[in-house]
């Protein structure tokens, strides 16, 4: 028996799980995902060589119904699949850690309330990873779980940048701009220090454009501010999510229109986005192929809204030394990342039109000042990563 950490990222309608591992190299042995739950549930499970090791689908309404039943049956095909290997510490993706976790923690009781009462602050997304906590302490009794949050990447912003102009009770109870997507960042932190050291400690912006998208501003390898604010809804436009939006037009709806909570819940995370704008898909892909006036339309907002944000975020840092794309639309869509660094060189940017088209690491031309730089972002394996580093204390 070889020790091994398993990584559970349980999200909204889907759980994704991978297994590494547990010594410095953090190998990864299986990964693998239930979709769909509570439609047509999936389940598949993968290995290192990418042979499936699991496959099975439920007709809709059979199957897993809920996230517990989903996490046993993944849970269940995991411990078949590596029988040889004993699971010596989970790790789980936790959307909030609130203001006060400005890192991973190990999950006791008191931790565990205390990620439940945060629950108000991401009602969508907390209640899953909870599920996923407890699910797992069933299944491994007495094995170390560790919290890694959206959140703590960005609890070292300035004041400035983690509040709103509201009366000042409201940041003290916790109305702050937040940011996610800080497991992704970090990764992303911490592999310029291996593939580009010279800029990893300077001004660099990373894009994560994948169904979630936000930006953030890296000084130092370190968070200053970022695109997402109290929820992961504010800044860029997404696959299904409004992005920035004037809150007038939300008080007009409620006023006008009577929308009520759930109604604007509904309207600004599923029904908005690029999945509004092009009334065709929230898939970007989908979208690129369309060719539609209302896709390209879709596109272009989103691109629009990536220039605006890039150019915010390069005056909070006082200049740019390098541009970050990550996630699925970063890494795979040429034709967004030309987009976005087209006509940018009065920022210094200058784009290798043959690097960008093959996919290239480092995507910008020899005359750039600023280092355009396409990275795979790895949030699992950021989890392991700090999960081995707690169990090693
Ligand atoms: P999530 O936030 O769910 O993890 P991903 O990071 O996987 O999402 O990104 C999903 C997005 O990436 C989708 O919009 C998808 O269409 C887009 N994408 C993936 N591959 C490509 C590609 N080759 N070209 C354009 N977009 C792509």
Redesign the pocket.
């Known amino acids: 028996m070889t020790d091994a950490i398993l990584v559970v990222n349980a999200?909204s309608s889907s759980i994704k799980i991978e297994l590494f591992a547990a010594d410095d190299a953090l190998a990864s042995l299986l990964a693998g995902q239930v979709e769909a739950i509570g439609l047509a549930p999936r389940l598949f499970l993968r290995d290192a060589a990418g042979t499936t090791v699991a496959d099975q689908a439920w007709p809709q309404g059979e199957g897993p119904r809920d996230h517990r039943a989903a996490l046993a049956a993944i849970g269940a095909a995991v411990a078949r699949a590596a029988a040889d290997r004993r699971i010596v510490a989970i790790g789980h993706r936790v959307v909030h850690g609130g203001a006060a976790r400005a890192a991973p923690v190990v999950i006791d009781p008191a931790v565990r309330a205390e990620l439940a009462a945060l629950t108000p602050l991401a009602p969508l997304h907390q209640p899953h990873n909870l599920a996923g906590i407890d699910a797992m302490a069933e299944l491994h009794p007495g094995v170390m779980q560790v919290a890694c949050f959206d959140t703590a990447f960005h609890r070292g912003h300035p004041w400035v940048a983690d509040t709103f102009a509201l009366p000042r009770a409201f940041h003290a109870r916790g109305i702050r701009r937040y940011g996610f997507h800080g497991l992704s960042y970090a990764y992303v932190a911490m592999r310029l220090r291996d593939v580009a050291p010279e800029i990893a400690d300077g001004r660099v912006v990373v894009a994560?454009?994948?169904?979630?998208?936000s930006m953030c501003a890296l000084r130092g390898g370190r968070s200053i501010d970022s695109t997402m604010g109290f929820t992961a809804l504010d800044g860029l436009p997404?696959?299904t999510r409004s992005g920035q939006i004037d809150p007038g037009v939300l008080l007009h709806l409620i006023a006008a229109e009577g929308y009520d909570a759930a109604a604007l819940t509904r309207l600004l995370y599923h029904e908005s986005g690029?999945k509004g704008l092009s009334g065709l898909?929230?898939?970007?892909?989908?979208?690129?192929a369309a060719g539609t006036a209302e896709a390209a339309e879709a596109i272009a907002y989103f691109v629009y809204r990536i220039r605006r944000e890039l150019g915010a975020l390069a005056a909070v840092l006082g200049g740019l030394d390098a541009l970050v794309f990550?996630?699925?639309?970063?890494?795979?869509?040429?034709?967004?990342r030309a987009a976005v660094c087209d006509g940018m060189d009065w920022l210094g940017i200058a784009l290798d039109a043959a690097a960008n088209a093959r996919g290239a690491m480092a995507i910008s031309a020899p005359e750039s000042r600023v280092r355009v730089l396409r990275l795979a972002?790895d949030?699992e394996r950021m989890i392991a990563i700090e999960t081995l580093r707690l169990l090693r204390g």
């Open positions: 999200g994560h454009l994948g169904n979630g998208a997404m696959g690029l898909s929230s898939d970007m892909r989908a979208l690129e990550t996630a699925g639309i970063g890494e795979n869509s040429p034709r967004i972002t949030e």
